[in-house]
């Protein structure tokens, strides 16, 4: 949720931000107006509740004889009261619902859709085969560690099975980041995979894209796509301790996504699932501190990769690309051999203060003042991860190359074929 008074300020940078996300600017002046009518709405209303606290003093002290015509004057400020406040809450309601309309403010992240990103980075050597690689789907298969078809058996399109050295592969690549993740200050958490509408709302995650998540209607809770999620909903309503630094938090969990609209699109194999497991990382911090944390998230999504030994590249996520609670986002892509190209593995969010606004998480400055506190979020590993690792380190017998660093948690250092 955007800063009033920044947007009061400020309006042509929301202006501007909204083009950059291909979005309508003159949203930002409908919010404008509904927020001077919510002003004047408060003030005439605080107006007339002094006048009518001093009205009740008149009574109070008026004679036998004055106070019957006073009353008649107090019921007529009573309805005036009335209608003023149902005035202010109206107001105060439409400012909501346009706030909650209103993306967050582009900082940095260029403009364009979702092939206008920009190639900040290259990490690694893309590998070249002396033999025809096989899909990840294929390897999975002849070496045990992926069912698609019984998946599609018991859960539909879209299901799978990890069996084998294939889980094994997962909970090793999981544990790693785990590991990593504490290494650097974050706690880990497993986190409910079931939250309220107002967790979801918070978060931004209900609005143009709200057909991607599974609701139950039921019981009037949907089921995360990602930790991000629940972890911004632990300290809702919370004021948090800031003064020794960012509050890290590293959620595990299984997540689930509807993937409407993509009909037809990656259906072999597990590249686009409707449920897979990550790590997500979570910070909470000062706002002035969320660039900085930025980039730390980046980087530590950089040690994970290298660890797995994926070649890759970083992009600048354009601004119609974000999602309406980031204010930037970096991509990390690995190279898929058989697609020829580019594929997401992670993504690292700044949120600024959007999210913290809305489930109003805050943190005491200097002085001792409430304000809201900064998110920010990074994928550290997922299920689509293992579509990488096992074309990049496919040998021509068939067998894959377990990389180094998962190797303990595997046992194995090689994957060969099933009889």
Known sequence: MIDLKFLRENPDVVRASQ???????????????????????????????????????RIGQASPEERPALLEG??????????AEDEQKAAEEKVNELQYQLSNVVE???????????????????????????????????LGLI?????????????YYLTGDGAFLQLGMMMLAAQKAREHGFQ??????????????????????????????????????????????????????????????????????REAGSYGKDTRGILRVHQFDKLEMFVYCKPEEAEQQHQKLLNMEREMLAAVEVPYR??????????????????????????????????????????????????????????????????????RWLVAILENHQQADGSVVVPEALRPFVGKDVLEPKK
Request: some cysteine.
């Open 19 to 57: 083009v950059t996300r291909g979005e309508d600017p003159a949203l930002v002046d409908a919010l404008l107006a509904a927020d001077e009518r919510r002003r004047t709405a408060i003030s005439q209303a605080d107006e007339l509740r002094s006048e009518q606290k001093a009205f009740g003093k």
């Open 74 to 83: 107090s019921n007529e400020l009573k309805a005036k009261v009335k209608a």
């Open 108 to 142: 940095g992240a260029p403009a364009g859709g979702e092939d206008d990103f920009v190639v900040l980075e290259h990490v690694g050597e893309v590998p070249t085969f002396d033999f025809e690689p096989k899909d990840h789907l294929d390897l999975g298969e002849s």
């Open 314 to 383: 970083i992009i600048d996520v354009a601004g119609g690309d974000l999602g309406s609670s980031a204010a930037r986002k970096f991509d990390t892509e690995a190279w898929i051999p058989t697609q020829d190209t580019f594929r997401e593995l992670t993504s690292t969010s700044n949120c600024t203060t959007f999210q913290g606004r809305r489930l109003q998480t805050r943190y005491r400055d200097d002085s001792g003042k409430a304000r809201i506190a900064a998110t920010l979020n990074g994928t550290l590993a997922t299920t």
């Open 147 to 159: 069912d698609t078809t019984r998946g599609t058996k018991v859960g539909g399109a879209r299901f």
């Open 188 to 257: 880990l958490m497993i986190p409910p995979v079931l939250v309220r509408p107002e967790i979801m709302a918070g978060t931004g995650f209900l609005g143009a894209h709200s057909d991607e998540i599974y609701y139950l209607e039921r019981d009037d809770l949907y089921l995360v796509g990602t930790s991000e999620v629940a972890l911004a909903g632990y300290h809702k309503d919370e004021i948090i301790d800031l003064s020794d630094g960012p509050i890290r938090y590293a959620g595990w969990s299984s997540c689930f996504r």
